[in-house]
């Protein structure tokens, strides 16, 4: 996120680590997430449009969420599962500018980070870095502060 803003001075720089990074990461929570913030953050999509339309951003996501859900059918992982998909479809949600879509996978990926540490674990294992990065890719492109009235996640409901 913090690159984002150097895209425009090293934007080649960028689009050839991707290239090599995304072949040996396809269809990979890990990978796929890092596909997708390459096309929200830096608008790097893979094709030739630059910058990219927001419906070239989304499909660009989408795109990376198809491949993990293949994957997955292929291998029989739970890859769908992950916490790194997860935040892929709390990335999708503010690629489509769908707030209260965002605040529930938000909720839900912070939710899901918070069983996945014992009660037990150390502070500096609790710190969400990717819920707090995609918070605040929210706010710096869409204005979007916390949630009015707080976040409902599909695990409350």
Known sequence: MLLGDRVTWHGEAFHFAREKFAEAAQGTPGGEL?????????????????PP????????VDAAL??????????????????????LRTLRALAAEDREAFDAALADLLVGHSTLHAPSASARSLLPLVPIALAALAYRTL???????????SRTR
């Open 53 to 60: 339309s927001a419906q070239a951003r989304l499909a660009a």
């Open 143 to 153: 204005g979007w502060a916390r949630p009015p009235s707080g976040p409902t996640t």
């Open 66 to 87: 198809e491949r993990i859900a293949t994957r997955a059918r292929e291998t029989g992982e739970r890859l769908v599962d992950r916490p790194d998909t997860a935040a």
């Open 34 to 50: 890092a596909t997708g913030l390459t096309a929200v953050v830096l608008g790097d999509t893979g094709g030739g449009e630059y």
